[in-house]
């Protein structure tokens, strides 16, 4: 194997994470720093022509291309698992801008106990009221010490939105239930689609507290603290699954890239595969670099003073394993971390309204809508709901094309093809519409990731297999707020309601979100976390995690701005102490 | 530098087929010739010959068939057959999705609930060449007999794909090959690739704002390359 020049820094992954940590080390520092990307080369101009559904939102262009590696999932530890051998209930991105160039840019925080979810409910109902088998954590952080760098990230991405608690003082019109915010959101609302205004007037007049959605595809032109500057979004449909051909989107090509390419101490290569994380033994104990398979197709050893790891869930728990980087983590005896709180936010369809009017939901974004979080707070009393935690409805005008969304019919229909079929379809076309739910999902011990021991990759190394299922506690969830969806889009005016039928095993062929978590967590001990809250590997202290695979447990909010956030504090942590010092953070 | 290559160092290519409709069906499909240049039919023109990707003739007749019995031309508007949807068809198996180009293919292939997906290994090219064979002389029977026919099929993998495939050969852009002259997105209301709504979003609430489409090559001025025309 050829070894390479040595560098200050390698970064595994040139997603958000990633590309974030290079701009902050390569722009404040004059350290040497490579960012290895397994996908291709892309910039924000390519969007300029992408909006064909077919190649783009069917067949998945912006994907990780399965045929090369996949994950295997099984539903518990008593059983073999399959792979999965085509995407659906995530979609994880390949290439510059991983996941941040084709997502939805759907920005909320989470709650401020998330963060500490173990000791706040165990204080508010006892020892007793978490779910037998959970493994939730606290994080070892709070989130009066992450909001300064949440408001660096609304700065970054120009976020669009109504604030509703601005240092505790609550404003009516933004969401009164989230946690405080230092500032405003640095632009308006967004325009608010058909859909959201039927969904925002009957939410309202049930009592509920609904709010423009925050978004990071923002509502008017934007100059950020960096000095790159955007235009407001022109609601042309083309985003989720899309790069965005305005580049009103925030994504890591057009907030990123553009000043990476102006350092010459940063490089980004493409088509870099990396197999392991290299590291020196007990007792010295610390990380050499990565070895890679590069886009000649040869193995080459990068070694780095500093490895970060920021290639998503999967691969951040994969690498560790392969590597032999930790003890991996066992259910049965509640020894080892390296695979342990799988989790994935529990989102669901939770009640589709077909309308008489038409409802021009061609026109739209990612994230242009209203949402209400009354049972998405941290002060609601759940001891008589039957579940913990909650999660928030919405209406999002994502903007609809007519291949994913010709079909979706009222149960009432019963044709799936033919002409009285395509007559159904073609009317409800353009009249249907969907309140969504998006929920927490609490850790269990028995939902974790390994290594399959059957199936590989085309390089001959095991797949990561992920073991996951719901739990009562997220089908109590889902019973309980599909009614009141259906209550809202009865208000809305709705002449047909399908109500989501209800959870019931894992179904990986129903997207559910690319918001999967765990597997490298963070917490205040090594005995039960990966990392430390600064992001920093407990036993490697020149090893960096950076991204959602560093999540105790599943908020019911999007994950961006807070895997963001975290990058932000550890980027200050490395450039203010630990280069003077290096050694452990926290 | 021969002027020819020898014929003795290509394949031997099997004999082509073609698919003949009539171009009055096709509102204005993109029709490649042998060297892949792309014209477009105009309504005027006699009966065309499309040269097939991957079906023979006798099986792209049978598609088309079936694909305007699923999606069928009626008083609500046209289907399958004036779209266009055999040729989307014959061009997606042609391509990278027809050959499983991106999906996970190592064995061992193992039966699992409905929840973990397909899991078999036949690709898109395979379940229609074998789904095809149950559907022998299904172009020649009636409207009638046709649906009984697909009737008896209609839980199978191969139906739910044709299904699936019909769907998106009308609805596609049309450098796709399907969604001829945009029929498609006229029947639901869809205008394409529009670059701005942003004076429009807001003002239309309740009312169809119902914009004449635009293909992505029309809208964009670019010639875009589909993906099933790449190597």
């Not at chain 1, 160039?101 to 706040?120: G, I, M, T, Y």
């Not at chain 2, 973990?116 to 009636?142: C, D, M």
Request: net charge positive.
């Amino acid at each position: 194997m050829k070894t390479l020049p040595a560098v200050d820094a390698v970064i595994v992954g040139g997603g958000w994470a990633g590309l974030l940590m290079a701009k902050e080390l390569g722009a404040r520092t004059s350290l040497s720093v490579v960012v290895l990307e397994r996908g291709p080369s892309r910039q924000s101009s390519d969007y300029a022509t992408d909006m064909d559904e077919l190649d783009y939102a069917i067949r998945l262009r912006m994907m990780q291309d399965l045929s090369s590696e996949t994950v295997t999932l099984r539903h518990d530890g008593s059983r073999s698992a399959v792979p999965l051998r085509q995407h659906g209930a995530f979609l994880p991105g390949a290439g510059v801008g991983g996941s941040g160039e084709h997502w939805n840019a759907q920005v909320p925080r989470f709650l401020p106990d998330c963060f500490e979810l173990l000791s706040k409910t165990t204080a508010r109902y006892g020892a007793n009221a978490l779910p037998e088998g959970h493994a939730v954590r606290d994080w070892g952080i709070t989130y009066a010490e992450l909001e300064p760098y949440y408001t660096r990230v609304d700065k970054l991405l120009g976020t669009s939105g109504q604030a509703g608690n601005i240092r505790g003082q609550l404003i009516d019109g933004g969401n009164i239930f989230e946690g405080w915010r230092s500032e405003p959101y640095p632009t308006p609302p967004t325009k608010v689609p058909y859909f959201a205004a039927l969904f925002r007037d009957a939410a309202k007049s049930l009592g509920y507290h609904p709010y423009p959605a925050p978004s990071a595809n923002i509502s008017r032109a934007y100059t950020n603290p960096d000095g790159i500057s955007r235009g407001g979004c022109t609601y042309c449909g083309f985003c989720g699954r899309f790069g965005c051909m305005v580049g009103a989107k925030a994504q890591p090509t057009n907030l990123l890239l553009p000043i990476i390419q102006k350092r010459k101490n940063v490089s980004l290569r493409t088509g870099a595969r990396v197999r392991r994380i290299l590291f020196e033994p007990a007792p010295k104990f610390a990380a050499r670099g990565v070895s890679y398979v590069d886009a000649r197709g040869q193995e080459v050893f990068q070694p780095a003073s500093v490895v970060f790891l920021a290639s998503w869930t999967f691969n951040n728990t994969r690498l560790l394993l392969l590597s032999g980087i930790g003890e991996p983590y066992d259910p049965a005896t509640g020894r080892g971390t390296v695979g342990s709180n799988l989790t994935h936010q529990v989102t669901l369809p939770a009640a589709t309204a077909f309308f008489d009017q038409p409802l021009n939901r061609f026109m739209g974004s990612g994230s242009a809508g209203f949402l209400f979080s009354d049972y998405d707070r941290d002060d609601l009393d759940r001891s008589s709901l039957g579940f913990l935690r909650g999660g928030y409805f919405g209406a999002r005008g994502y903007g609809f094309q007519p291949i994913g969304a010709f079909g979706v019919l009222p149960n009432s229909v019963k044709a799936t093809w033919g002409s009285d079929w395509k007559k159904a379809a073609v009317f409800f076309y353009d009249r249907t519409a969907t309140i969504g739910f998006a929920g927490e999902h609490l850790a269990y011990k028995t939902n974790l990731m390994d290594l399959d021991p059957v199936y590989k990759d085309t390089l001959g190394d095991p797949l990561l297999r992920l073991t996951l299922d719901w739990r009562d506690n997220e089908r109590r969830m889902a019973e309980f707020v599909t009614p009141i969806a259906v209550q809202v889009a009865r208000a809305m005016g709705a002449r047909e309601i399908n109500a989501f039928p209800g959870l019931r095993s894992y179904d990986a062929t129903r997207y559910n979100s690319t918001h999967v978590q765990g597997g490298t967590i963070m917490g205040d001990s090594p005995a039960h976390a990966v990392v430390s809250p600064y992001l920093q590997h407990w036993q490697l202290p020149n090893l960096f995690i950076l991204g959602g695979s560093t999540f105790p447990q599943n908020a019911s909010a999007n994950p961006t701005p807070t895997i963001l956030a975290f990058v932000y504090r550890t980027a200050d942590a490395i450039i203010d102490r630990y280069l003077k010092h290096p050694g452990p953070l926290a | 530098m021969p002027r020819l290559r020898s014929s003795v160092t290509l394949p031997l290519m099997r004999r082509r087929h073609f698919l003949t409709l009539s171009a009055a069906t096709l509102g204005g499909v993109l029709v490649y010739s042998l060297d892949r240049k792309a014209s477009l039919l105009s309504a005027q023109q006699g009966p065309v010959r499309i040269p097939l990707r991957f079906l023979t003739e006798t099986e792209a007749l049978i598609v088309a068939a079936a694909a305007s019995r699923i999606f069928p031309s009626d008083d609500s508007g046209p289907g399958a057959r004036e779209a266009g949807v055999a040729v989307f068809i014959d061009r997606q198996l042609a391509g990278s999705y027809g050959r499983d180009r991106f999906r996970y293919t190592q064995p061992p292939f193992e039966d699992a609930p409905r929840e973990f997906g397909y899991q078999g290994r036949a690709t898109p090219r395979q379940i229609y060449r074998e789904g095809l064979k149950g559907l022998e002389g299904f172009h020649l029977l009636s409207p009638t007999a046709q649906d009984e026919a697909l009737g008896k099929i209609e839980s199978t993998l191969f139906f739910s794909l044709l299904r699936q495939n019909t769907i998106e050969g009308m609805f596609c852009d049309p450098i796709h090959g399907g969604n001829a002259g945009m029929l498609g997105w006229q029947l639901v209301g869809f205008p394409g690739p529009r670059m701005s709504n942003l004076e429009e979003i807001e003002k239309y609430y309740g009312q169809a704002f119902r914009p004449e489409p635009l293909s992505l090559r029309q809208a964009t001025g670019a010639k875009v390359r589909p993906s099933e025309d790449e190597p």
